[in-house]
């Protein structure tokens, strides 16, 4: 089975600076995807960013960009010119190619990050 | 459009009392899953309906079932509610398989 590890419980950032959120993950897998959600206070998951474990490069959305390193399968988070909105729990989750599982998301642990004015 | 909608977005309820939680997808999404958030365990999967058919299920008991209608939406039970049933529970819809997952605000669940 498959499994997330966020390794940090919490993380706090001044405004404007940059912030690196951890992840790691386990698989046997060679295809699947790989997804950060934001769920704020209003506890909708919002998705951040997606990467699929066939490309190398790594993607980005606006202030968003992850380090995705197949081979130690860490899937790490950037976030860049840090906002107060972005204040949230920060969960990042594993899901199978259809063809090769279930298409269930399993989710790590998550991360409060907080913004400081 | 209209993002996931999913109702009521709290209820309480006592042991041994069953549950019916609603969830509507994004128009034109017919895959829906459900998930349980707790503090203890985090996000835990549920299960994925697809044109009305259950395609995958997680490691709950029999006590949690579920739905989909002819026009997507869908439905969760939980019967013979236990204490350890209290969580957050959220429902996600897609287009299909390789699609992205947009999710509910989720239907928060207190059993006393």
């Known amino acids: 089975a498959q499994t997330v590890t966020q390794s940090q419980p919490e993380m706090s950032v001044q405004e404007a600076e940059t912030v690196t959120l951890s992840c790691t993950y386990d698989?046997?897998?060679?295809?699947?995807?790989l997804f950060w959600y934001k769920q704020p206070p209003s506890r909708q998951m919002i998705l951040v960013i997606r990467?699929?474990?066939?490309?190398?490069q790594n993607a980005t959305e606006n202030r968003f960009s992850v380090n995705f390193q197949k081979a130690a399968k860490s899937f790490s988070l950037k976030i860049s010119d840090s906002q107060l909105g972005d204040a949230a729990m920060y969960f990042c989750a594993y899901r199978s190619a259809p063809i090769q599982g279930a298409q269930k998301l399993v989710f790590g642990q998550g991360t409060r990050l907080t913004i400081n004015p | 459009k209209a993002g996931v909608t999913q109702t009521p977005r709290y209820l309480i309820k006592t042991r041994g009392q069953q549950v019916t939680l609603s969830c509507s997808p994004i128009?034109?999404?017919?895959?829906v899953s459900w998930y349980q958030q707790t503090p203890g365990q985090g996000l835990q999967f549920l299960f994925e309906y697809f044109s009305e058919t259950q395609r995958n299920k997680g490691n709950f008991p029999g006590r949690f079932s579920g739905r989909q209608f002819s026009n997507s939406r869908s439905e969760m039970n939980v019967s013979t509610l236990e204490l350890g049933d209290s969580a957050l529970y959220l429902c996600?819809?897609?287009?299909?398989?390789?699609?992205?997952?947009?999710f509910g605000s989720g239907t928060q669940l207190s059993v006393l």
């Open positions: 996600a819809s897609s287009l299909g398989q390789r699609e992205k997952l947009f």
């Open positions: 128009s034109g999404h017919r895959s």
């Open positions: 990467q699929e474990a066939y490309k190398q």
């Open positions: 698989t046997s897998e060679s295809d699947y995807y």
